[in-house]
């Protein structure tokens, strides 16, 4: 298993240890912290953001190699704590640029708006993660190679930035006093992912909050006007391809529509919202509505418990496949990926109400079951233990029996995201 990988498994029962010791403060509070289908939806999607790194690594660390080796101006020692500590530096203040760059320009919003669907704030929203960022976030980082930086210290570094911003994603901090205005924080981020008006497009540090001070994009949480979370363009889905691609569809519609070819170009490099104007007068959109209702399709308890169970046994193969990603044969890992994400897609099918979403489970449950005891193998493992081939036989093979339990959702609710009222 690569470093980044065998970090990030270490990291994740941590990381749930946390959402669970949230979850426990918001009750004892007397809040709802999380809903399941949110929840699915953001782990789901950090699941898929992470299985599309393995595959990405010749753009996000090959090339950052490739320049350091050929092209860097200096070659610093990776045993200097002043290199680790100025990488740190450099790191967290390209980071703030590519950050501030997602939100200012159409393209990079259309990898980075996932982190940002989520109508609620809770830690599994730090793990809604892209599944395209990776396609030019590369270069942002550049600058580091070019300075000499060892590729062992870049990838360390951008672990302690990612890992650090884990613990802001929550409600259950308050102010930090002196803390608030060095770093990002629990209330300076909250104010990052509001789409109320005086909080749009601010607080982009990842670790530093002084990036923002120093370069005029600072905005203080004002308990006055509680921050709402989304985007101005709700998603309003659970399906993880979409989440992934509903900007990048946008933007390719408006390229087609428009009859300008430097409109054609601007509506990618222009900020998230801009279209030409012949395209905005045939096609207009509805405006956005601070008071908007929350995307919540109902789901039943015995539905839900049946969406949390397949979910976690996802997780746990999503975990085996990071594991395999440094051994395991090019097809078996594409395979294996494609079975994963599909997964996700059904759970999410399932979560909105989806017509033929029960049946395309049960064909995903039964083939779970059936292929591995009647070939012995699994991904990636040649010779199955028979009594683990058993076990998913039983667990997946069996699920099928539930299906037709499930109680059918009623009509697709949702809940009115007035101000405040994602604290509840």
């Known amino acids: 298993m690569h470093l980044q990988e065998l970090i990030i498994t270490f990291a994740t029962p941590v990381f749930f240890a946390l959402i669970g010791v949230e979850w426990l403060v918001?009750?004892?509070?007397?809040?709802?912290?999380?809903?399941a289908n949110d929840a699915v939806s953001s782990i789901g999607l950090g699941v898929i953001s992470q299985i599309v790194g393995v595959f990405a690594k010749l753009l996000s660390i090959g090339v950052y190699a490739w320049v350091a080796a050929h092209l860097a101006l200096l070659a610093l020692p990776a045993d200097s704590i002043l290199v680790w500590a100025f990488a740190l530096l450099a790191y967290d203040f390209l980071y703030y640029w590519l950050h501030r760059a997602g939100h200012e320009v159409n393209i990079l919003?259309?990898?980075?708006?996932?982190?940002?669907?989520?109508?609620?704030?809770n830690l599994s929203t730090a793990l809604r993660q892209t599944g395209s960022g990776v396609l030019l976030g590369w270069l942002f980082y550049l600058p580091m190679a070019l300075a000499g930086i060892p590729v062992e210290v870049f990838v360390v570094v951008a672990l302690?930035?990612?890992?650090?911003?884990?613990?802001?994603?929550?409600?259950?901090?308050?102010?930090?006093?002196?803390?608030?205005?060095?770093?990002?924080?629990?209330?300076?981020h909250r104010a990052h992912h509001a789409v109320n008006k005086r909080y749009l497009?601010?607080?982009?540090?990842?670790?530093?909050?002084?990036w923002?001070?120093?370069?005029?994009?600072?905005?203080?949480?004002?308990?006055?006007?509680?921050?709402?979370?989304?985007?101005?363009?709700?998603?309003?889905?659970?399906?993880p391809l979409w989440a992934n691609a509903e900007v990048y569809w946008a933007a390719a519609k408006d390229t087609w529509r428009t009859r300008r070819w430097s409109d054609?170009?601007?509506?990618?490099?222009?900020?998230?919202?801009?279209?030409?104007?012949?395209?905005?007068?045939?096609?207009?959109r509805t405006a956005f509505d601070i008071r908007r209702e929350r995307f919540d399709p109902p789901m039943p308890r015995a539905l839900t418990l049946y969406c949390l169970l397949q979910f976690a046994l996802l997780l746990g193969m999503a975990t085996q496949f990071l594991d395999l990603?440094?051994?395991?044969?090019?097809?078996?890992?594409?395979?294996?990926?494609?079975?994963?994400?599909?997964s996700l897609t059904v759970l999410g099918a399932l979560m909105e109400g989806r017509a033929g979403a029960r049946s395309i489970e049960a064909a995903r449950v039964l083939a779970t079951a059936w292929l591995p005891w009647?070939?012995?193998?699994?991904?990636?493992?040649?010779?199955?233990?028979?009594?683990?081939?058993?076990?998913?036989?039983?667990?997946?093979?069996?699920?099928?029996?539930a299906l037709p339990r499930l109680a059918n959702p009623s009509p697709r609710t949702t809940q009115t995201a007035t101000p405040g009222s994602h604290s509840l």
């Open 160 to 188: 302690i930035d990612l890992l650090y911003q884990f613990w802001v994603h929550t409600e259950q901090i308050g102010r930090l006093g002196w803390f608030d205005r060095v770093f990002c924080s629990p209330s300076n």
């Open 325 to 342: 990603s440094a051994r395991a044969s090019l097809p078996t890992l594409l395979a294996y990926a494609v079975y994963l994400i599909g």
């Open 212 to 239: 923002d001070r120093l370069f005029g994009t600072f905005v203080e949480e004002d308990d006055a006007d509680p921050p709402v979370y989304g985007t101005r363009a709700p998603l309003r889905s659970w399906n």
């Open 374 to 401: 009647a070939t012995g193998r699994w991904f990636g493992v040649a010779h199955l233990d028979p009594g683990l081939a058993l076990a998913l036989l039983l667990v997946f093979g069996l699920a099928p029996l």
């Open 201 to 210: 497009d601010r607080n982009y540090g990842g670790i530093l909050i002084v």
């Open 264 to 284: 054609k170009v601007a509506v990618w490099l222009k900020p998230p919202g801009w279209r030409p104007a012949d395209v905005a007068a045939r096609y207009p």
């Open 109 to 121: 919003w259309a990898a980075h708006v996932v982190h940002h669907q989520s109508e609620h704030y």
């Open 26 to 35: 918001a009750r004892w509070r007397g809040r709802v912290a999380y809903r």
